[in-house]
């Protein structure tokens, strides 16, 4: 079974500052997707960020990045120039790229950023 | 607007008395699964239907059942509720088997409280 860990339970940063948020994950497959979701206090689950384990190029979405390493199976965002609206818990989840069965999500526990102004 | 909802948004009830979640996807998605979370835990999965009729237990699935009845519906029913699923239930939703790695969108969450 894959399981995703999340070192970090908080963690926090002056505005306008860069961040970076740590995931690790195991797994035998070869193929698969990782994601970052943010959860801000209104508990909403957002995706940031999708990464495809079989694309070596880091995926970005503005001001978010990752850094994916796939032999030491470690998926960390940045954030950069981090806002007050970045606030919220970040969840770090994997999927398996088979079609054929369930395509649950399995999260990490979660890291708490908080923005400091 | 795409979306998925999920009704009731907080629900306080008691021990033993049956209760339903609803779950509505306006997305033509095949895949819907329900999700709880709790502190400390992350979300894990409950049950998760890859289409009309077929439905499947995930990670933590005693103590509740689920139907699929239509594509846009998935409930999540509790019939015994007891304190420890007191929780924050998720719904979510992709579509199936294009390729794999369809994006999960979410429900806005439901918070069940059960003394």
């Given at each position: 079974?894959?399981?995703?860990?999340?070192?970090?339970?908080?963690?926090?940063?002056?505005?306008?500052?860069?961040?970076t948020l740590s995931c690790t994950y195991d797994t035998s497959e070869s193929d698969y997707y990782l994601f970052w979701y943010k959860q801000p206090p209104s508990r909403q689950m957002i995706l940031v960020i999708r990464?495809?384990?079989?694309?070596?190029?880091n995926a970005t979405e503005n001001r978010f990045s990752v850094n994916f390493q796939k032999a030491a199976?470690?998926?960390?965002?940045?954030?950069?120039?981090?806002?007050?609206?970045?606030?919220?818990?970040?969840?770090?989840?994997?999927?398996s790229a088979s079609t054929f069965g369930n395509e649950k999500l399995t999260f990490g526990t979660g890291t708490r950023l908080t923005i400091i102004p | 607007e795409a979306q998925v909802t999920q009704n009731p948004r907080?629900?306080?009830?008691?021990?033993?008395?049956?209760?339903?979640?609803?779950?509505?996807?306006?997305?033509?998605?095949?895949?819907?699964s329900?999700?709880?979370?709790?502190p400390g835990?992350?979300?894990?999965?409950?049950?998760?239907?890859?289409?009309v009729e077929v439905t499947d237990k995930g990670d933590v699935p005693e103590?509740?059942?689920?139907?699929?009845?239509?594509?846009?519906?998935?409930?999540?029913i509790l019939e015994s509720p007891s304190p420890n699923q007191t929780s924050l239930y998720f719904c979510a939703?992709?579509?199936?088997?294009?390729?794999?790695?369809?994006?999960?969108?979410?429900?806005?969450?439901?918070?069940?409280?059960?003394?």
């Open positions: 079974a894959q399981t995703v860990t999340q070192s970090q339970p908080e963690m926090s940063v002056q505005e306008a500052e860069t961040v990464q495809e384990a079989y694309k070596q190029q199976k470690s998926f960390s965002l940045k954030i950069s120039d981090s806002q007050l609206g970045d606030a919220a818990m970040y969840f770090c989840a994997y999927r | 907080y629900l306080i009830t008691v021990t033993g008395k049956k209760l339903t979640v609803t779950c509505s996807q306006n997305m033509n998605h095949e895949y819907m329900w999700y709880r979370q709790d835990l992350g979300l894990r999965q409950i049950y998760y239907s890859m289409n103590g509740y059942k689920v139907s699929r009845k239509e594509k846009r519906n998935f409930p999540l939703s992709s579509f199936h088997g294009l390729g794999g790695g369809e994006t999960q969108y979410f429900g806005p969450g439901t918070r069940l409280l059960v003394l």
